[in-house]
């Protein structure tokens, strides 16, 4: 979309903004907040920011699904290739730049099952991680890499313990790998829920889930950790949600860093910002809640 149409965009002057449910703002805001917490409050860029899921309750959005069809469905195998990079979604420049730098492996969703000491927790890949990656690069590059030019950002699963998360991993392998196959691809279309379809109002309201995150310093330091959390099923009713405040967000011109923008694509945290935060934490949607790491105890991961 954005290669395609970009362009006429900036020509037109429209505004769009992608990814505007639980793929990706949770992962966006959160990210937008703990680097302007880390420049601020530790004055430096920030070096990396670990992301963990460790808790949700929702079904699999028929949406989505056929989202993820489509892409396959339409996409030649090139395309599909480059969608791994982490930096697809910038410039040729910037992708030769990070590649260059040896930052495309550090952001990469590796499949390994991992323990994080500050977290303490097992983390294992998480299905909805390489497009949060990439709309979270996005960002910084459209926000003129001012999150840094050494960035890294790494989301990941980490609910449960060592065997669920090796679950997981082997349970999202065969998912991406059915998914790949024009034949599986065809069965799993039979067997999963359709666009349109979806859980009861009752259900789609007791879901929610829950984020740890850990913010490190330019020189790998520990500087914040922030919980964040959403209100009602991610797929379905906290998606729904987020994609409305976003647009009385761009009806009513509540824009992050300026009155006016540019005709373009944007992310939620380069076109709205701390705008969208404040409607989200008001309207009692999703909640983020930043704390300080002690410096002499970020070994242990002890906070003040």
Excluded at 20 to 43: A, K, Q, V, W
Excluded at 51 to 70: Q, R, W
Excluded at 159 to 164: A, E, P
């Amino acid at each position: 979309m954005v290669a395609a149409y970009a362009s006429s965009a900036a020509k037109t002057g429209a505004v769009l903004v992608n990814c505007c449910g639980f793929e990706s703002i949770p992962s966006d805001l959160t990210t937008f907040l703990m680097s302007d917490y880390i420049r601020h409050n530790h004055h430096s860029s920030t070096g990396v920011i670990d992301l963990y899921f460790t808790g949700m309750k929702g079904e699999p959005s028929g949406g989505t699904l056929a989202s993820a069809f489509a892409i396959m469905d339409t996409s030649s195998s090139e395309q599909l290739r480059a969608s791994r990079n982490p930096f697809f979604l910038t410039d040729e420049k910037t992708i030769a730049g990070k590649k260059a730098a040896g930052l495309v492996e550090p952001n990469a969703s590796g499949i390994l099952v991992r323990y994080d000491m500050i977290v303490r927790t097992w983390h294992s890949l998480f299905i909805g991680g390489p497009i949060n990656q990439a709309i979270v690069h996005r960002s910084n590059y459209l926000l003129q890499n001012k999150y840094g030019n050494n960035f890294v950002y790494r989301e990941r699963m980490a609910i449960g313990g060592f065997f669920t998360q090796v679950l997981v991993t082997i349970g999202t392998i065969i998912v991406a790998t059915a998914l790949y196959f024009g034949w599986t691809r065809a069965l799993l279309k039979r067997l999963v829920r359709a666009p349109g379809q979806g859980p009861s109002e009752e259900s789609m309201l007791q879901g929610y889930f829950v984020a740890d995150a850990v913010g490190y310093t330019d020189d790998g330091k520990v500087a914040v950790r922030t919980k964040v959390a959403g209100s009602g099923d991610p797929g379905y009713y906290l998606t729904s949600r987020l994609v409305s405040e976003c647009a009385f967000c761009l009806a009513k011109d509540e824009f992050g860093e300026s009155t006016c923008l540019e005709g373009g694509f944007y992310t939620p945290a380069s076109a709205f910002g701390r705008k969208l935060v404040d409607r989200l934490q008001q309207k009692k949607l999703m909640t983020f809640e930043l704390k300080n790491v002690d410096q002499t105890a970020a070994g242990s991961g002890q906070m003040l």
